[in-house]
């Protein structure tokens, strides 16, 4: 069964500072990835996905992810923090053969940015 | 020019009511899905409908009834309402059911029952 664990519920950062926000995934297969930002009382925007093709996906607002497969791992990072990446992220994983094509959302991180 | 809208955004009613949220899409897409988000902000998949047809029915109290009367539309029904269904309903689209298709989302209905 597919799972996501995205480690730290509430992340704090500097403005300015580097941002990382951790995931994990388990699958019997070959997964699709997903990173989502919601900001306050919206709904859900993508920001990068990763599709087997090359493992350092680059996404919007300077978002960029790894998919480690070793480490079973598709961590975001963003070089410089701004005050507006202040949001809730969520990782999210997808059966490869996408027969289903259920989303397996994490659990979420709160990333806060401090001034 | 909205590409998922929900109405209402807000829905107050009190317990064993009856309500309805409504999901539009103008994306063209073939798929479209309800998720729940509960008060500690999980999310989880309720319903999928690909060209009117339901393809993912998962464990959801059968008060719920989702109805797709077209492809860009999506609404859900929900009789007697318990307190426990206060959540964020979202709807979202996406062109295709496949894997890697992104799925698109509405901007959420806060319901709240009293």
């Known amino acids: 069964a597919q799972s996501v664990t995205q480690l730290g519920s509430h992340v704090s950062v500097s403005e300015g500072a580097l941002v990382l926000l951790r995931c994990n995934y388990s699958s019997s297969v070959p997964p699709y990835l997903f990173w989502y930002v919601q900001y306050p009382n919206q709904g859900l925007q993508l920001l990068l996905k990763?599709?087997?093709?090359?493992?350092l996906v680059k996404g919007i607002n300077g978002f960029e992810a790894e998919f480690k497969k070793s480490e079973t791992s598709f961590h975001l990072t963003k070089p410089s923090a701004h005050m507006s990446d202040a949001a809730e992220y969520f990782c999210?994983?997808?059966?490869?053969?996408?027969?289903?094509?259920?989303?397996?959302f994490g659990q979420g991180t709160t990333l806060q940015v401090k001034p | 020019d909205t590409a998922v809208s929900q109405t209402p955004k807000y829905l107050v009613t009190q317990m064993g009511n009856d309500k309805s949220i409504k999901c539009e899409q103008n994306l063209g897409h073939d798929t479209m899905y309800w998720y729940k988000q509960d008060s500690k902000k999980f999310l989880k998949i309720m319903f999928s409908?690909?060209?009117?047809?339901?393809?993912i029915n998962e464990t959801v109290p059968n008060r719920f009834s989702p109805k797709s009367p077209d492809k860009a539309h999506l609404n859900l029904h929900i009789n007697s309402l318990e307190l426990g269904d206060s959540a964020v309903y979202f709807c979202?689209?996406?062109?295709?059911?496949?894997?890697?298709?992104?799925?698109?989302f509405g901007p959420g209905t806060r319901l709240t029952v009293l």
């Open positions: 979202a689209s996406s062109q295709g059911w496949g894997g890697t298709d992104t799925q698109y």
């Open positions: 999210a994983v997808r059966h490869g053969s996408g027969n289903t094509g259920k989303l397996i």
């Open positions: 990763y599709t087997s093709a090359a493992t």
């Open positions: 409908y690909n060209n009117k047809e339901l393809i």
